[in-house]
């Protein structure tokens, strides 16, 4: 394993799944990577001056354009002959990805960086006080999708973002997540690998936001797979039929057991119907991917 690239002593709060993400990813990419990171938790976390967690250079770019930063480094680097060995890595929220900064990733994408980009998703806008994405689960309580008198919580289901990234014909698009530690590594060495961008979607839980106890995250990031909430698979060109599950769920267990440990979905416990609605729409998804 490289050296920690990713120190302790960030204002994370305990248990984030943001953190043991990157440090995962840099045990994998070391030294010689760049990051470019968004306004959201992990910049705010991590790089409050004069201090920085990061042992490697890094560059905090505004909310929309992580895609847009990383591609202008990739061809600098061409420009100066200094492009070979270095791995340029844009890591963003689910909000910097799924919404604001979707135009600037859909235009590095069709053009042909060389950038791997990592969105961490938490499932909301974390670090502005858990205000609801396109990320969010149907049914999750957030902010501005709060369950009331008329509200099961966010009514709309989660956008399909490497579907969207899989469209663009780009070399390889994987779902990953923490707890699947050498799943999402050798992902990571495979896409470093590839000359050519590349979109990882892992999933991070948020003990704030998705109100559970901070030791909890790596329990809630299993059952996401073994409830075939989140799948992990992996995927090469734009051909979905090519995509492959790397986690094999041999007996799935009920997304009851996912979601009963996080108090956004604590009203989904006590509504059977909303409950059996969920459920079904996980086993459509899972019949679908072949799960
Ligand atoms: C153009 C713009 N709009 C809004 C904001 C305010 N803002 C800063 S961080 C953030 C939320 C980030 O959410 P996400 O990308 O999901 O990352 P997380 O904090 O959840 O890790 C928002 C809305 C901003 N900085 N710039
Ligand atoms: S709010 Fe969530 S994503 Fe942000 S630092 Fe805390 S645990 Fe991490």
Do not use: L, P, R
């Given at each position: 394993m490289n050296e920690e690239l990713f120190l302790p002593g960030h204002r994370a709060c305990a248990g984030c799944g943001e953190t043991i993400a990157v440090r995962q990813i840099l045990s994998v990419a070391g030294e010689n990577t760049i990051a470019v990171v968004p306004t959201g938790c992990l910049e705010v976390v991590s790089t409050s001056y004069p201090e920085t967690a990061w042992k490697i250079p890094l560059i905090h770019v505004a909310f929309e354009n992580a895609a847009a930063v990383a591609s202008g480094i990739d061809c600098a680097l061409k420009a100066l002959g200094k492009r070979k060995g270095i791995n340029v890595l844009a890591f963003a929220g689910d909000g910097g990805t799924f919404d604001i900064g979707l135009q600037a990733l859909s235009g590095m994408l069709e053009r042909g960086h060389n950038v791997k980009y990592i969105c961490l998703d938490n499932e909301a806008y974390m670090n502005t006080g858990i205000q609801r994405s396109s990320a969010t689960p149907y049914a999750a309580s957030t902010t501005t999708s709060p369950l009331g008198k008329y509200s099961i919580g966010e009514s709309r289901k989660k956008k399909p973002i490497g579907a969207i990234c899989i469209a663009h014909d780009i070399p390889y698009v994987a779902t990953a997540t923490i707890a699947y530690h050498l799943d999402l590594k050798k992902k990571i060495k495979k896409a470093l690998e590839i000359d050519g961008p590349c979109f990882m979607h892992i999933l991070v839980p948020c003990p704030t936001g998705w109100r559970f106890p901070s030791e909890l995250t790596i329990e809630l990031s299993r059952l996401a797979v073994e409830t075939g909430v989140f799948p992990l698979w992996e995927c090469e060109g734009?051909?979905?039929?090519?995509l492959k599950i790397t986690k094999k769920v041999a007996h799935r267990k009920p997304v009851k057991e996912y979601l009963q440990l996080q108090g956004r979905f604590a009203h989904v416990m006590r509504n059977e119907k909303l409950l059996a609605e969920i459920q079904k729409e996980v086993d459509e998804k899972c019949a679908k991917y072949g799960l």
């Open positions: 734009s051909d979905m039929s090519n």
